[in-house]
């Protein structure tokens, strides 16, 4: 005899005795379902209430529908509604997934079936069809964990998702709300800017009106005022922010004045113009009111659970239940180490760059010597390639970010940290014990997703090189530099310059410097001449250092059998007070543009200017 479940079953596939029929869905998609108004009625108090209406209904006795109701739902999709009955029915969720996750969660919600809203919410994030949709029913439902969590998967995932069509359908609250989001996590301000242009193109193309500066701005409305204008650089800035029109002249002047005296905003000085747009940094983008000094890192820690066995084997040897059952083996096979047991830390995060020096976070596992209890070893690092000795002096907050809107974060400080060349990093042996770290109750943890997020800001405070020390083994070496955009440039007034990057050579910083000069003793001052230079951008407090070179400075042809221009430095000497030497007339400007002489590479607007450098001898405090 079949079991009252697969009775149940029968009832759903075949609709015997069926006394509703749903049309389900819209348009080509429609779809009739039968069903049990008894059964829907158990299951649902909106059911009961729909077909308790229905009944009050007076129909004619020879209506031949009589008997049968019929119900249109063009608001819910065909699989969904599926999903939902199977599980009223049978409670069978086999054919929830990702696709239709979220209409199940409206239906759920819809027709007040709370046991089928947790296993909707229960789909990972990465897999939902339209996280944007579903970011908007968790609002809509306030569904505060689950929204948090959608809203920060968006944010990481930003450089893909707002590429995307589904992100040109979202309504203009929920790009509010991402845009005023710390962590969205874009190259820079300018390519959130352009995202929120091209929604806004979108919603005109759909409004059927004009792609115009009026009507961006108007269909933007408050979204406009969530962008970090400031944060974007001023030349892109001006030419292509400015010239789209979306802004009010007095928009953009608060924005340049903004740019040029950030200390009237910071201590509340009112200037001729206010600014209208908020100022401070991202996570990876840096504030540049603070002078690029100050930003965030993260580091999500995925896979936690075989984090968790490393931080654990003594539960399992010992046969010690934990709060994750191991479902696997862990012994190690011949030849082949564990590796859960051999690799104690986690992978670094992406380097981040905070006032020229790269820093990342490392997680590790840490045991108290005596006990085996385990610990999270969460420090911030200094991946620098700096050659030569240099100092950072830095604050850090460091914090385990709660998955739960309501929970708190785990934050640890570290005031005035020093960080060098032999003391590359500072942080927390023991800042938190594994059985914390995984309790849910503490909220740290996301056990659907199997990650933890880690989080590091930093503001740093001071920073500088110290005194070199000459390296033998490295006393020749090469800088190199390309001037783009060397038509502007050459319309730029005397005294404009650029500056190269250091290069170490002998365990000094060396960079070159171009610079827009007159002609020494002409009385022709629109003439411009390009400047060359060598620069030792040592420390200035070891005055006693000096260095001993010879250099080649070089503009780079362009064509092949075609020589560089070249001029030496013989046998020069820098010190504390003579840091710099070169050409300030290397060649006119005139000269260095003409096709003829293969300087100027005119399809890419660049010029590339080299210098070989070989260190003979330096002196410093620590070798004179």
Request: glycine share 6%; charged share 25%; proline share 4%.
């Given at each position: ?11 759903l ?30 299951a649902?108090d ?107 998967y ?18 203009q ?9 710390d ?46 204008f400031p944060?974007?650089?001023e030349?892109?800035?001006a ?31 009112p200037g ?8 401070h ?6 504030n ?23 931080a ?26 564990n ?13 981040v ?11 590790e ?66 800042f ?5 770290f ?11 997703e199997?990650?933890?997020?880690l989080?590091?800001?930093?503001t ?8 070199f ?22 319309r730029?007034i ?24 007159p ?52 046998e020069?000497?820098?010190?504390n007070k ?47």
């Open positions: 005899m079949p079991s009252s479940m697969d009775r149940m079953k029968h009832l596939s075949t609709g015997e005795h069926s006394d509703v029929h749903f049309l389900v869905g819209d348009g080509d998609e429609k779809e009739v379902l039968p069903a049990h108004q008894f059964i829907l009625k158990i649902s909106v059911f009961e209430a729909m077909f308790r209406f229905d009944a009050k209904k007076e129909r004619p006795e020879n209506d031949p529908a009589n008997c049968l109701a019929e119900v249109e739902i063009p608001d819910i999709e065909p699989s969904a509604f599926k999903v939902m009955l199977s599980f009223i029915y049978t409670d069978d969720l086999s054919a929830l997934n990702g696709d239709n996750a979220m209409a199940v969660l409206y239906a759920a919600n819809k027709y007040n079936i709370p046991d089928l809203v947790l296993p909707s919410l229960q789909i990972p994030i990465s897999e939902l069809r339209n996280v944007f949709l579903a970011y908007a029913q968790a609002l809509l439902f306030e569904l505060e964990d689950f929204s948090f969590k959608c809203l920060r968006i944010c990481q995932n930003a450089a893909q998702l707002f590429g995307s069509d589904q992100f040109l359908q979202i309504n609250n929920i790009l509010c709300n991402l845009l005023e989001s962590c969205l996590l874009l190259s820079d301000e300018f390519e959130i800017w352009k995202a929120a242009l091209r929604w806004a193109d979108e919603k005109c193309r759909q409004n059927g009106i004009e792609c115009s500066s009026e009507n961006r701005r108007s269909v933007l409305g408050p979204a406009l005022f969530k962008i970090r944060n974007i650089h030349e892109i800035f030419k292509c922010v400015v010239p789209s029109g979306v802004l009010t002249e007095k928009e953009v002047l608060g924005v340049y004045q903004f740019n040029y005296h950030p200390f009237l905003y910071l201590h509340g000085i001729l113009y206010s600014l209208k747009f908020p100022s940094g991202r996570i990876f983008n840096w540049k009111a603070q002078g690029n000094k100050k930003c965030t890192i993260a580091l999500e820690i995925e896979k936690v659970s075989e984090f968790a066995f490393n654990h084997p003594f539960l399992y040897l010992r046969g010690v239940p934990g709060l994750y059952s191991l479902k696997f083996p862990s012994h190690g096979r011949i030849f082949n180490w590796k859960a047991r051999a690799n104690r830390r986690v992978p670094l995060a992406d380097a760059e905070i006032n020229g020096l790269a820093w990342k976070i490392e997680a596992i840490r045991k108290i010597d005596g006990t085996d209890e385990k610990y999270l070893g969460f420090y911030l690092r200094c991946d620098a390639k700096e050659e030569g000795p240099w100092k950072s002096v830095l604050s850090a907050t460091f914090r385990i970010v709660s998955e739960k809107s309501d929970a708190e974060n785990s934050i640890g400080t570290r005031c005035d940290c020093i960080i060098n060349k032999s003391q590359i990093g500072q942080g927390f042996g023991n938190i014990s594994f059985t914390e995984m309790d849910p109750a503490k909220g740290f943890y996301d056990k659907n199997d990650k933890v997020t989080t590091i800001d930093v740093v405070k001071e920073e500088k090189m110290e005194k020390i000459f390296d033998q083994s490295k006393s020749n070496g090469k800088i190199s530099m390309e001037i783009e955009k060397v038509s502007e440039f050459a730029e005397k005294g404009s310059e650029r500056t190269s990057e250091s290069v170490h050579i002998g365990g000094f910083p060396w960079k070159i410097s171009a610079e827009i000069n002609k020494k003793g002409s009385t022709d001052n629109e003439e411009k001449w390009l400047g060359i230079y060598l620069l030792c951008d040592a420390s200035k407090e070891d005055e006693s250092w000096s260095c001993k070179f010879s250099a080649l400075l070089r503009i780079v042809s362009e064509k092949n059998g075609v020589s560089d221009s070249k001029k030496e430095l013989s020069i000497t820098f010190n003579l840091t710099n030497w070169g050409f300030p007339n290397f060649i006119s400007f005139a000269e260095l543009m003409d096709p003829a002489k293969g300087f100027y590479d005119k399809s890419e607007d660049k010029v590339t200017l080299a210098i070989d450098v070989n260190v003979k001898e330096a002196k410093t405090e620590d070798n004179s």
